[in-house]
């Protein structure tokens, strides 16, 4: 910023202040972020919107009660409707890649396969796709963990092996990282390679802008063309200031991420006549499970996700919903969130904490017509509100990972193992846990699922009666408005998003930098 990037804060402007650009983009996560320097690198001006703050690594302090207000939307404190799901995603520069746990997959191929077969989803298949996956690989150093595994991690690993299931090692994005484990709280030493120090400082060093803490209110629809933004300037505590700013351009990215993409269309009555937009919202559906050992796992400190297996994943694709397993960092904040319940249980919980491992099973959502995932609403004030059900569809799935989880964590030698469930315990066998799971019932407020995905919203593929964008990302009902991230995919992706909405970015941020390069 010393070196003069065009930097503002959006209160900074005057009230009514109208700027212009060849391009605006609303959102600076993994797909705002990516789009920019594309974007910027054909020469275009792009201006770039964010609601959250801009943060760094001289904030970054491994503190979880400072991490979570600044940097998450809600605060960290985002639920579906009915709070039977806690959903987090980023909000501030960069985005929830600030925040992510690095681990970076490529979108599997029966995934590309199925959007084809269902959605008419055109030019993304496996082959397609390569270059784009290699290409973001590259430029944000993605490759396999070489440091051995923490402890948490290695309990996947060991029981998998000891049970003859599969499991490897995480793809992650970081260059020279110090193993710390505080991934979601912001990198403090710059090693993850996110969005905030990588495209963005890219974009602006090409004569972006940059304004933070701007909310885009709505886009100024006026026939088959977006003229616009109307944005509202935040506070420091993330409230309305009061000023207001206009950005015209002639091309609008939207890249603010499922459930917020949908919302910002919603309060901009944007065309919808297939009244689509906000439908196919999925999470992810993550069961949590505990384990305790009577050795140390500092479940807290290194890489937090190093080890998957993807052995209940693929056993189908259209029927039982399938289950990732990776390990979760359990910092003292979050842990005390996971473990449900209060009192006495609660602080014994917390008092094993260094004891503890945790495992989650990401539910692969959206492959089945009885997993047609959340819709999004307004609330009064026009803020989101995500409407996802937990159905027996996915509560069988919950339940099957459970299992999982439990025998996986026995065989790497757990002495006790829970489910993150009110009326859990204990069990102290895996013959105690098949019992102990096979008693536990879907109640509202007593099962916790949590979702860190939060994908679709605005389905892409050229079949109108389920999709508002097309396989190029563009609006299908607005002549210059596209969507570049996670909120298009038509399913879930079955594996951590991040490195599918890079590479499908790329793509499509690539095609329209062509059609849009100044002569
Ligand atoms: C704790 C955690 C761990 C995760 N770990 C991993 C992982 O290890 N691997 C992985 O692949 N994925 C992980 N993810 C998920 C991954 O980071 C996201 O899927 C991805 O960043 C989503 O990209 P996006 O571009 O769709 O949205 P985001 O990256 O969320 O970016 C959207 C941006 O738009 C801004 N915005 C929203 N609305 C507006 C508005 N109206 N005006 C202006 N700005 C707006 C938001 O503040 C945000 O900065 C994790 C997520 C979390 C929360």
């Known amino acids: 910023m010393a070196n003069g990037w065009q930097v503002q804060e959006a209160t900074e402007f005057d009230d009514g202040t109208v700027l212009e650009a060849d391009v605006v983009i609303i959102g600076t996560g993994a797909g705002g972020g990516t789009s920019a320097e594309i974007l910027a690198q054909a020469g275009l001006k792009v201006l770039m919107l964010e609601e959250g703050p801009l943060k760094s690594s001289n904030d970054f302090k491994m503190d979880e009660r400072e991490a979570y207000s600044d940097l998450y939307q809600e605060s960290a404190g985002r639920m579906s409707?009915?709070?039977?799901?806690?959903?987090?995603?980023?909000?501030?520069?960069?985005?929830?890649?600030?925040?992510?746990?690095?681990?970076?997959?490529?979108?599997?191929?029966?995934?590309?396969?199925?959007?084809?077969?269902?959605?008419?989803?055109?030019?993304?298949?496996?082959?397609?796709?390569?270059?784009?996956?290699?290409?973001?690989?590259?430029?944000?150093n993605i490759s396999d963990w070489q440091v051995p595994a923490n402890e948490?991690?290695?309990?996947?690993?060991?029981?998998?092996?000891?049970?003859?299931?599969?499991?490897?090692?995480?793809?992650?994005?970081?260059?020279?990282?110090?193993?710390?484990?505080?991934?979601?709280?912001?990198?403090?030493?710059?090693?993850?390679?996110?969005?905030?120090?990588?495209?963005?400082?890219?974009?602006?060093?090409?004569?972006?802008?940059?304004?933070?803490?701007?909310?885009?209110?709505?886009?100024?629809?006026?026939?088959?063309?977006?003229?616009?933004?109307?944005?509202?300037?935040?506070?420091?505590?993330?409230?309305?200031?009061?000023?207001?700013?206009?950005?015209?351009?002639?091309?609008?990215?939207?890249?603010?991420?499922?459930?917020?993409?949908?919302?910002?269309?919603?309060?901009?009555?944007?065309?919808?006549?297939?009244?689509?937009?906000?439908?196919?919202?999925?999470?992810?559906p993550v069961a949590f499970n505990f384990?305790?050992?009577?050795?140390?796992?500092?479940?807290?400190?290194?890489?937090?996700?190093?080890?998957?297996?993807?052995?209940?994943?693929?056993?189908?694709?259209?029927?039982?919903?399938?289950?990732?397993l990776e390990v979760p960092p359990l910092q003292p904040g979050l842990a005390s969130v996971l473990l449900l319940g209060h009192g006495a249980h609660h602080f014994d919980d917390m008092s094993h904490l260094p004891n503890t491992h945790s495992m989650i099973a990401l539910l692969r959502d959206g492959f089945h017509p009885q997993s047609q995932g959340g819709t999004v609403e307004l609330a009064s004030d026009g803020s989101p509100i995500i409407d996802y059900q937990v159905n027996d569809y996915l509560w069988d799935g919950f339940k099957r990972a459970f299992l999982s989880m439990a025998e996986i964590e026995f065989a790497a030698g757990a002495k006790a193992v829970r489910a993150s469930h009110l009326d859990a315990r204990w069990s102290t066998s895996w013959q105690q846990a098949k019992k102990d799971i096979s008693q536990l019932e879907f109640r509202?407020?007593?099962f916790m699922a949590g979702s860190a995905h939060v994908m679709g919203g605005l389905a892409m593929g050229e079949d109108l009666s389920q999709c508002v964008v097309d396989s190029n990302g563009k609006y299908h009902y607005l002549d210059n408005l596209y969507v570049f991230d996670g909120s298009v995919f038509p399913t879930s992706i079955g594996a951590n998003p991040q490195l599918s909405i890079y590479g499908l970015v790329a793509r499509q941020a690539t095609q329209l930098a062509q059609q849009l390069k100044p002569v």
């Open 291 to 324: 384990a305790r050992f009577d050795r140390t796992i500092d479940p807290y400190y290194g890489a937090p996700q190093s080890i998957y297996s993807d052995h209940f994943q693929w056993q189908n694709v259209d029927g039982p919903v399938g289950y990732k």
């Open 81 to 140: 409707k009915d709070g039977a799901m806690s959903i987090l995603q980023g909000r501030c520069v960069g985005g929830t890649t600030v925040v992510n746990w690095t681990s970076s997959f490529r979108t599997p191929d029966q995934t590309l396969d199925y959007w084809a077969s269902e959605f008419d989803v055109k030019g993304l298949s496996k082959t397609d796709m390569a270059p784009w996956f290699e290409r973001m690989e590259q430029r944000l």
């Open 152 to 284: 948490n991690n290695a309990v996947l690993s060991r029981g998998c092996t000891q049970l003859g299931y599969d499991w490897k090692v995480i793809p992650r994005n970081v260059a020279g990282c110090w193993n710390l484990g505080y991934c979601g709280t912001g990198c403090p030493t710059n090693a993850k390679q996110s969005m905030l120090v990588t495209t963005i400082p890219a974009a602006l060093e090409m004569r972006s802008q940059l304004i933070y803490s701007a909310r885009a209110e709505r886009l100024i629809i006026e026939g088959n063309k977006v003229l616009g933004v109307d944005v509202t300037a935040l506070d420091a505590r993330y409230q309305p200031s009061g000023k207001r700013i206009v950005v015209k351009a002639p091309h609008i990215v939207m890249a603010c991420g499922g459930i917020n993409g949908p919302a910002l269309l919603k309060r901009s009555n944007a065309p919808d006549p297939q009244q689509r937009v906000g439908k196919r919202t999925f999470l992810h």
């Open 444 to 446: 509202l407020n007593a």
